[in-house]
């Protein structure tokens, strides 16, 4: 139970870290980033207690870390998507509503 209680935690600051760290977090909400590293890291989790590996005593350490490395990798990947993609679809639609007028 104590590993589920720190990786929600670490995940979370993940996320908060990396939405603090985009320069283009303007973008989008401030609780995407958390939300997509909290539940990366917690899917993880979950297969991976399924898997019988946090009851191992020789891999109860993958049930720590691989969430945490996880979820340091999608919300990276989905900053980068979202800064991105938001980005470029703002502008078209003020391309379209200044062409209107």
């Known amino acids: 139970m104590v590993s589920l209680i720190v990786v929600t935690g670490v995940a979370i600051s993940i996320g908060f870290f990396a939405w603090f760290a985009d320069r283009r977090h303007h973008r989008y909400g401030m609780l995407l980033l958390p939300g997509i590293s909290l539940s990366s890291a917690l899917i ?9 590996l946090g009851y191992h005593p020789d891999l109860f350490w993958m049930v720590w870390l691989l969430p945490l ?11 980068w998507w979202f800064g991105r993609h938001r980005e470029q679809a703002d502008a078209e639609a003020m391309t379209a509503i200044l062409k209107r007028r």
């Open 44 to 52: 993880l989790w979950i297969i991976l207690q399924f898997a019988g």
């Open 69 to 79: 490395v996880a979820a340091t990798i999608v919300t990276a990947c989905a900053a």
